[in-house]
């Protein structure tokens, strides 16, 4: 029972670590990037390109989290995203 126990503690740990490395390394995703519309270099945590004027990343409809502008489903809370021009 109590190896049981050891087993499930080791692998909840183990999602989380993941879950942690996966929030890592989707926020550094565009660093060094290109913007998707004009292909100029933009920096990490730019919002706006400022070659073209498009929007990087807007905040989620529904949990308000950080998110590509051109995602039609938010990757943290799935909801879908209103767009202005849709």
């Known amino acids: 029972m109590v190896l049981i126990f ?3 503690l ?3 740990g183990r999602l989380i670590i993941a879950e ?3 929030k890592g390394q989707d926020s550094s995703a565009r660093e060094g990037g290109n ?3 004009c292909a100029a270099s933009v920096e990490a945590d730019w919002l706006v390109c400022p ?3 498009a929007m990087l990343e807007v905040r989620c409809s529904g949990c308000n ?3 590509a502008a051109y995602f039609a489903n938010c990757p ?3 909801i879908r995203q209103k767009r202005a021009n849709a």
């Open 6 to 8: 050891i087993l499930l």
């Open 20 to 22: 942690l490395e996966r």
């Open 76 to 78: 943290w809370c799935g």
């Open 65 to 67: 989290g950080r998110i």
């Open 35 to 37: 913007c998707p519309t």
């Open 10 to 12: 080791a692998l909840l």
């Open 51 to 53: 070659q073209c004027g």
